[in-house]
């Protein structure tokens, strides 16, 4: 199995990703966003805002590298700067500082496409983590699978949690979400550390 997928770049993958796109936490803002739609119109804007999200991901973990090598950014540099960030968004997270855009009644704005699918769910964050992941692998075919059944899956998650997000948030309650949304600061708070360490790491190698 491992010669077709690799498991563990696939869960790592799916947990960084999942924590930083944050499926849970994105119902409240959804619902939010598309208060003034109908059932139909919400339906066809998380069909919207998965897709955007998605060819952002993917447009960045194609072209990522050449980017890189273009402006000769370096792995740890990527790494660092990225942990840096994720540290951020996670401490957002932690306090619930996190910014809410309002829902717009102008039929003319198509929220699916900005902000929901970018930059809120195709944030700096998720991109930067995707670009690391690439970054990381070997090239092999397996590697490259794992990644993209991991973008994929989370994905998939997203718009499942948009598509039921009224029973999702009825479920949960406000205060379940806030909960879970917690949880998801804390360990991509710890995965930001990690990413800075293995950084500092990969430098002093190199020094």
Not at 56 to 71: K, R, W
Request: hydrophobic share 55%; charged share 10%; glycine share 10%.
């Amino acid at each position: 199995m491992n010669d077709v997928v690799d498991l563990r770049l696939l869960s790592e993958v799916f947990i960084t990703l999942f924590v930083i796109m944050d499926p849970p936490g994105t119902v409240p803002i959804f619902l939010g966003l598309t208060s003034t739609m109908t059932r139909q119109q919400r339906n066809r804007a998380a069909r919207q805002a998965i897709l955007v999200a998605f060819g952002v991901i993917v447009s960045f973990a194609v072209f990522g590298q050449q980017l890189l090598a273009y402006m000769h950014i370096s792995l740890p540099a990527l790494q660092a700067s990225g942990g840096l960030l994720l540290l951020l968004v996670a401490m957002e997270l932690l306090t619930g500082k996190m910014e809410e855009p309002e829902p717009s009644g102008n039929g003319n704005v198509n929220v699916a496409l900005v902000p929901l699918g970018t930059p809120l769910l195709a944030g700096p964050g998720a991109i930067v983590a995707t670009m690391v992941f690439v970054q990381a692998t070997d090239g092999s075919t397996a590697d490259w699978v794992a990644i993209g059944l991991g973008v994929l899956a989370v994905h998939l998650c997203l718009y499942l949690a948009m598509r039921f997000a009224n029973v999702i948030h009825r479920v949960l309650g406000d205060s379940g979400v806030i909960l879970v949304t917690r949880i998801a600061g804390l360990l991509l708070a710890a995965i930001a550390v990690q990413l800075v360490a293995d950084a500092v790491r990969a430098f002093v190698l190199q020094g």
